[in-house]
């Protein structure tokens, strides 16, 4: 079990950082005194957000998914045929990304900051549907491509990598749209002549 959380906290160490240099986002500020090496790591866009994503993927995402995964294959186990195939995309569609999804948007409040229920509670509300609709376009097609082309056992990293493309995908444009929110801000503060 120690391999698929490790994978998930580098995944997602690696997804935060990635969506940063993507989305142009400015290093985060560092002490003039600070030590050099923190000064590489901020230029290299490795933030204490960096790390508590990786907390994430160690503690939340990686056990989640493989529960889930390892459920949903224990459940169709032994069946086969186009009717066990669409159960299972059905199932993996409307009860494991639901869940997946609640907890991770539940997570990132908490890591960006949400320091109560409510702000939690508004932070799924305003991401759930947005997300639920990219992953029903994208996920269906990456699970049949699962079960027609990878053992079972190799379900759970594939799965782990797909969802890692499609966080660093929402990662990089919430970090545009908060850079193009900050510099609107900015501008209309400035003084018109």
Request: with cysteine; charged share 15%.
């Amino acid at each position: 079990m120690l391999t698929p959380l490790s994978r998930a906290a580098l995944l997602q160490f690696f997804q935060e950082i990635l969506a940063s240099h993507l989305a142009g986002a400015p290093p985060p500020r560092v002490g003039k005194n600070a030590p050099f090496l923190v000064h590489v790591l901020a230029r290299a866009q490795v933030s204490s957000k960096a790390f508590k994503m990786a907390a994430y993927g160690f503690l939340v995402s990686a056990p989640m998914s493989h529960t889930l995964v390892n459920a949903l294959q224990r459940a169709f186990a032994g069946k086969s045929g186009l009717t066990a195939r669409l159960g299972m995309l059905l199932a993996s569609q409307l009860i494991v990304a639901p869940i997946q999804i609640f907890s991770y948007l539940a997570c990132m409040a908490v890591i960006n900051g949400a320091k109560s229920v409510d702000e939690v509670s508004k932070t799924v509300k305003a991401g759930f549907g947005k997300v639920i609709r990219v992953t029903w376009m994208t996920s269906p097609v990456y699970t049949v491509f699962a079960q027609q082309f990878l053992p079972t056992e190799m379900w759970v990293p594939f799965f782990t990598f797909m969802q890692f493309l499609t966080g660093t995908y929402f990662n990089t444009k919430i970090k545009r749209m908060q850079i193009e929110a900050a510099a609107k801000a900015k501008k209309d503060k400035e003084p018109k002549d």
